[in-house]
């Protein structure tokens, strides 16, 4: 769908900060366009049970966002499934190109794009990536039926990528840098007592090692973090669960940023150094990160977006309010 688009407020993302922005925005009469980039629904469609969505005992990932987005429709904000390549917050209106070559210009533009997962950055992760390497045990667990697995990290991602793992490895090891976990209490109480899952402590991933006919992983090396002794662990699978990093590349020469990529807020708010972009969820903060506080500030988001458009006096397609109008003081999250 190339050709040019306006909307009052464009929300760019498809988690439950976009999703949650889309309801609100609509619900206040301005019109949203919400695109959902490459990953629609966003991290927790890589995921099984969600058990601490409110109002949901247990929720399916996958499920929760098909009616996150069923529910904003039903508000009327407009989703379409395009990726935005470019943002330019410069003048106004707004401007974001997006890959299918449509040019959308807002009065207003919600970021929610979220956050991914980081690797490690060794050379041979980067040649088993698909081949043995993931950083999504939903997506891919299922491949490693009877096999034995090893998975990185410390958090909740780490401790329930390792826990859900086990529907399909005969062993699963998690190697982790320290000897305490940052994953909740009650993930930690089920990794220790699943008789499956072996803790590997003060160890972290050295080298992949695998064949190349058929290309795949055999084992991996792993080093003590305090001596320095490199060993071997055979495996199939190498699942890496070490965090996610903001995906704040469209903005990162054009709003502040904390260290670390986040895009920072004025406190108590969801604006971003340039007036009229609001910022939500996991792109902007490095501390919670979860599906609720995520909506929550998709929510803050939309009312700032309907203030700031209420207080501009900003008419539907008006591009005369100057740019430095009302900038906010950003002393960050
Ligand atoms: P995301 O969910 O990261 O979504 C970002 C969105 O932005 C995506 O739709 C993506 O397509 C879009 N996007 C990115 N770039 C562009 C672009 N250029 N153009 C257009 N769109 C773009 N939290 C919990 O509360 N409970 C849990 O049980 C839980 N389990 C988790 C399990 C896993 C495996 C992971 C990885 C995370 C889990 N989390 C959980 C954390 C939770 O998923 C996140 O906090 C939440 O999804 C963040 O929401 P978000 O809307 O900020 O962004
Ligand atoms: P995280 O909490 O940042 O944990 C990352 C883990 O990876 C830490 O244990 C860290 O070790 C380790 N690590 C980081 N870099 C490493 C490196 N280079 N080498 C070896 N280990 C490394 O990330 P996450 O587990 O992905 O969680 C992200 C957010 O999503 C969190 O806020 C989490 O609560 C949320 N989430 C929630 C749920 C849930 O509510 N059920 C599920 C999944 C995720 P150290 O501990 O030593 O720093």
């Known amino acids: 769908m190339a050709g040019q688009k306006h909307t009052r407020v464009l929300i760019i993302g498809s988690g439950p900060a976009g999703y949650t922005a889309g309801v609100y925005a609509s619900r206040a009469m301005l019109n949203p366009v919400l695109v959902q980039g490459i ?14 969505w409110p109002g949901d005992t247990e929720v399916q990932g996958p499920d929760l966002m098909v009616r996150m987005e069923g529910h904003a429709r039903e508000m009327g904000c407009e989703i379409i499934g395009d990726i935005i390549n470019d943002l330019d917050l410069s003048k106004r209106p ?7 070559g449509t040019v959308f210009t807002a009065d207003a533009v919600i970021l ?11 050379d041979s992760e980067e040649a088993y990536k698909g081949f043995g390497v993931s950083a999504c045990a939903t997506c891919d667990g299922f491949f490693y039926r009877g096999q034995e697995i090893v998975v990185i990290g410390g958090g909740n991602t780490a401790v329930e990528e390792a826990l859900f793992l086990t529907n399909f490895a005969s062993k699963v090891t998690l190697i982790h840098r320290r000897d305490e976990l940052r994953a909740e209490k009650i993930l930690i109480d089920r990794l220790m007592k699943n008789p499956k899952i072996e803790p590997l402590w003060h160890h972290v991933l050295e080298e ?14 792993v080093k003590h973090v305090d001596t320095g002794e490199i060993s ?35 406190p108590g708010s969801t604006e971003t150094s340039v ?26 988001a939309a009312l700032d977006a ?22 906010p003081e950003n002393e960050g999250v």
């Not at 009229?276 to 609720?292: C, E, I, N, P, S």
């Not at 700031?308 to 309010?321: N, P, Q, V």
Request: hydrophobic fraction near 40%; charged fraction near 20%; include cysteine.
């Open 39 to 52: 990953e629609p629904g966003g991290q927790l469609t890589t995921t099984t049970e969600v058990e601490n």
């Open 94 to 100: 707004f401007t974001a190109t997006a890959d299918s």
């Open 112 to 122: 929610a794009t979220g956050a991914r997962a980081k690797w490690l950055g060794l």
């Open 208 to 221: 992949v090692v695998g064949e190349n006919d058929p290309k795949g992983v055999t084992a991996v090396k």
């Open 232 to 266: 071997e662990i055979p495996c199939k699978g190498v699942f890496v669960a070490i965090g996610h990093a903001p995906a704040s590349e469209l903005v990162k020469d054009q709003l502040e940023l904390h260290h670390g990529g986040y895009v920072k807020v004025k």
């Open 275 to 300: 007036p009229g972009v609001f910022a939500a969820g996991d792109l902007t903060d490095h501390k919670y990160r979860q599906a609720v506080t995520s909506a929550g500030m998709g929510c803050m």
């Open 306 to 327: 309907e203030r700031f458009l209420a207080e501009a006096g900003l008419a539907e397609g008006d591009t005369t309010l100057p740019l430095g109008h009302g900038a």
